[in-house]
């Protein structure tokens, strides 16, 4: 089989151009043909000899996926596209449009194994990692369109269908890839990776001292009701957790966001904020608060905006940075935790351009 095209770096790239008896120069030019210009197939790279595009032709794939249908919110600022794989896998994307950024949202895996029980993508199950350049992909996807429009992408997060870390080399590489200054060179700290808290992994990122940004999907400020919404807090508990989270902070002197779902009634309530405050009380530290976005396997309901401010104003008085987050995208099924790969959910997909 061909090798996807995107899941080779520069330095691959160039072997692979030497091979064929061309100027390493050329590697440059291809790789400045898909990350600078996006060019999505062979017969764009027309300063490349007629050979060497046919070379490109015989040995790569430039399409990761297929787009089978796109949902545009009613307010128009957040578009989500089903994607088919050519092993039948499907994911989302989401781009998300705010006054100066142009923000994707990118899946790591189709399904997650996380088992997280607010999350559409967890109650679906893992069906597999994505490659490097599956990953990657997405990202040009949209790309490509924003450029249509004289707009680029500026901020990606790694919060979509899937653990990020539960990916690790695929999901770094294809951070690397898209940060690389020759090509796409989108800065790193404008991308954010989000962890339900794969402590070891955390870690390992940790060491590596990137300068990418990391998010802690938190929920619950103590064990029994952490364990209870994301099952992976029973492997690592928060002690683990907020241990690995400190040394992460420490090392790189970089802040974490930590996101939490306000459920009502369940982690919404003044106990909760206080159990919050006592866990991060120190820390560099800023939390994102999200009233429940709803999906078919879970009963929770969203907290009310004023248990939402209530809940900031506890954590904002003891010295904790807090942010109520506005709901992006709820009513196409893009928001935080629902973004679930079933065409039409199952009659809701309308299929049109992004």
Known sequence: MSTLIYDLDLSELQAWVQAQGQPAYRARQIWEGLYRHLWASPEAFTPLPKSLRAALARDFVFEAF???????????????????????????TVRMRYVRRRTLCISTQA?????????????????RNLSAGEIVA???????????????????????????????????????????????????????????????????????????????????????????????????????????????????????TFEWALIRGLNDTPAQAQRLVTLLKGMLAHVNLIPLNPTQGFAGEASSRQRAREFCRVLTAAGIPCTVRLRRGIDIQAGCGQLAARQGHDLDFVLKSP
């Open 138 to 256: 997405q990202v040009l996807y949209y790309a490509r369109w924003l450029k249509q429009r004289g707009e680029r992408v500026t901020h990606i997060v790694f919060m979509g269908m899937g653990e990020p870390f539960h990916n690790y080399e695929a999901t770094l590489r294809a951070i690397d890839i898209l940060n690389h200054p020759q090509g796409f060179a989108l800065g790193a700290r404008r991308m954010t990776i989000s962890t339900v808290g794969l402590v070891p992994q955390i870690r390992r990122f940790t060491a590596e001292k990137r300068q990418v940004n990391l998010a802690i999907s938190l929920h619950a400020a103590d064990d029994a009701l952490r364990s209870s919404l994301i099952p992976i807090n029973r492997k690592y508990p928060l002690d683990a957790l907020m241990a690995a989270v400190q040394a992460y902070t420490e090392a790189t002197h970089r802040r974490v």
């Open 66 to 92: 297929q787009p089978a249908a796109t949902l545009v919110s009613s307010d128009g600022e957040t578009h989500k596209t089903l994607f088919r794989l050519p092993d039948g896998a499907q994911i989302e």
């Open 111 to 127: 399904g997650c194994a996380m088992g997280c029980a607010f999350c559409a993508t967890g109650q679906m199950g893992l069906q």
